[in-house]
Structures are given as structure tokens and as C-alpha cells.
């Protein structure tokens, strides 16, 4: 069974330019979830779509948005890039919430995003 | 809003030694679900335990058991005869059911040889 893929591992991008990232779940995965990862503020979550629904925002200004396609799969934007968005992004799939199902989240390796 | 404290930053054990990392959380719901997720220096997270909370029993994972502590939202996770390749950050973690995650800040675990 595939795990989480995102792509790319690795972008440098210029301040006020504007990046994709993306994300496949595992398999038969409805919910994806996006993170921020910085020394600083730790692992902070972005938001969490399940079939193609945004479920769930974090405290990022409005230039971080996401959708989710029919397979599941999932891209996040950031526009006007700064360089304090500068940080490992990833992205975790999971099963519905069920009770005694064992749900986890399962991550992908990340995307490290440097802008300069 | 739910909330997940780590008190150690990092920490440092002799390998074979006995380690505990700490956490507490902060929720109003009466079941969710609890993790210890492990980030070695790959970055790849991998879950090294699960809790549900309405087991009262607490995980075990072969080296890896946790203190689950329901009334007093502790959830400490005990690693047992450390190995070098137990180094590597670790989060703690709660879902509610909406499937959303909240981490804590994590405690970088070092094990020397």
C-alpha cells in the first residue's frame, strides 16, 4: 500500500511569488490534513478537507488556502510568499473518525519551503 | 479550542535506560483520540503509539507503553531499554472528531551510546 506522497520534497521560492504544494493520500483516505512545521511554533495545523470540504481552518492569514479533489488528493497555496513562511509543510491522511476504528494520521515525508 | 503541552524540550538517557516523556492536554470532549508521533532527522513522522480515551486500559507497543490519565488529561509516554535509533523528536498528539490534529511543541530525545 502506497503511503503519503507529497511533491516537491524541495523549493526555494522569491518573496511575494506564490507556490503549490501537493499531496496523495493513502488510498481509500478521504481526510487530508496540512501542517506547518518551524523551529519556532512547532508543528501548527493549516486546515483539514474531507471529500472535497474544508472541515477545519487553523489561525493562517487568508494567502494559505487548499481545496481537495474527487480522488482525494490535495494541493495547498500560499501567495505573496514572506520569509517567515519558510518551513517543512506536511500533509497526513487519515480515515473518517470512527469510534474503535484506530484511526491515525499517516504523514508524507514533506515539502521543505525556503523563501529568499 | 483543545490544547497539548509538552514540558520537555529535550532530554538526554543512556541507551538501555528507561525514559519518560511528558504531556498534558487541555479538551472538553469525553472521547478523542491520543498519540506519540516520532520525528527522526528523515522528517518523517511515524506514530509510535495510539490511545483511544474511552480505554481505560493504557497502549502498549512492544518497548513503548503510555500513562493515559483521563481525569487528569495526562498522557506520559515510557520508552523501555532505549535504543540509539529512539533518537528523534517526539510529539504528542490529540484528535478529536472532526479529525483534526493538535501537536505540542515536542521533546527532542537524544539516547547516547
Known amino acids: 500500500k502506497a503511503g503519503v506522497t507529497q511533491t516537491p520534497r524541495y523549493l526555494i521560492k522569491t518573496r511575494g511569488q506564490q507556490v503549490t504544494l501537493s499531496c496523495s493520500p493513502i488510498?481509500?483516505?478521504?481526510?487530508v490534513s496540512w501542517y506547518q512545521q518551524t523551529p519556532g511554533q512547532g508543528l501548527q495545523f493549516l486546515f483539514e478537507?474531507?471529500?472535497?470540504?474544508?472541515?477545519n481552518k487553523g489561525n493562517f492569514p487568508g494567502r494559505f488556502s487548499g481545496r481537495q479533489f474527487s480522488n482525494s488528493r490535495s494541493e495547498m497555496n500560499v501567495s505573496t510568499l514572506e520569509l517567515g513562511d519558510s518551513a517543512l509543510y506536511l500533509c497526513?491522511?487519515?480515515?473518517?473518525?470512527?469510534?474503535?476504528?484506530?484511526?491515525?494520521?499517516?504523514f508524507g515525508q514533506g515539502t521543505r519551503l525556503t523563501v529568499v | 479550542a483543545q490544547t497539548v503541552t509538552q514540558s520537555q524540550p529535550e532530554m538526554s538517557v543512556q541507551e538501555a535506560e528507561t525514559v519518560t516523556l511528558s504531556c498534558t492536554y487541555d479538551?472538553?470532549?469525553?472521547?478523542?483520540?491520543l498519540f506519540w508521533y516520532k520525528q527522526p532527522p528523515s522528517r518523517q513522522m511515524i506514530l509510535v503509539i495510539r490511545?483511544?480515551?474511552?480505554?481505560?486500559q493504557n497502549a502498549t507497543e512492544n518497548r513503548f507503553s503510555v500513562n493515559f490519565q483521563k481525569a487528569a488529561k495526562s498522557f506520559s509516554l515510557k520508552i523501555s531499554d532505549s535504543q540509539l535509533g529512539d533518537t528523534a523528536m517526539y510529539f504528542c498528539?490529540?484528535?478529536?472528531?472532526?479529525?483534526?490534529?493538535?501537536f505540542g511543541k515536542g521533546t527532542r530525545l537524544h539516547i547516547l551510546p
Open positions: 488510498s481509500g483516505h478521504r481526510s
Open positions: 479538551t472538553s470532549e469525553s472521547n478523542y483520540y
Open positions: 498528539a490529540f484528535m478529536n472528531r472532526d479529525d483534526k490534529i493538535i
Open positions: 497526513a491522511s487519515s480515515l473518517e473518525w470512527a469510534e474503535g476504528l484506530n484511526t491515525e494520521a499517516f
Open positions: 478537507y474531507f471529500s472535497e470540504t474544508q472541515r
Open positions: 490511545q483511544e480515551a474511552y480505554k481505560q
